[in-house]
């Protein structure tokens, strides 16, 4: 069993950055592909980014590439969503989750476990 803690949301303005992080429990993140997912309000959740197990591959969704970055230190079992130039649309409360080994898939449908969610909310 894998547990997942995001944290690092808030409240910015338009261009402003956030960093967050998903603190794993449980088991070691090295075999886990993981990726961030957002929501916001009376909208589907959506892939935004995912880094495979050894950080060789990342992938992005298009409306945020260029200005969001994945990371991970599997010494610390966390994963980081560095966040630049932040738009009122990425507005959402973000989910960190993860999979077994395999790769980035965009479907959240694939992955085994979540994270309770972080808020972030950009004022125009």
């Known amino acids: 069993q894998v547990q997942l803690v995001e944290s690092g949301g808030g409240l910015v303005q338009a261009g402003d950055s956030l960093r967050l992080s998903c603190a794993a429990s449980?088991?070691?993140?090295?075999?886990?592909?993981m990726s961030w997912f957002r929501q916001a309000p009376g909208e589907a959740r959506e892939f935004v980014g995912g880094?495979?197990?050894?950080?060789?591959?990342?992938y992005y969704a298009d409306s945020v590439k260029g200005r969001f970055t994945i990371s991970r230190d599997n010494a610390k079992n966390t994963v980081y969503l560095q966040m630049n130039s932040l738009k009122p649309e990425d507005t959402a409360v973000y989910y960190c989750?993860?999979?077994?080994?395999?790769?980035?898939?965009?479907?959240?449908?694939?992955?085994?476990?979540w994270g309770q969610g972080t808020q972030v909310t950009v004022s125009s």
């Open positions: 449980g088991r070691t993140l090295s075999s886990y592909t």
């Open positions: 880094i495979s197990w050894s950080s060789s591959s990342t």
């Open positions: 989750a993860a999979r077994p080994g395999g790769t980035v898939r965009r479907a959240g449908d694939e992955y085994n476990y």
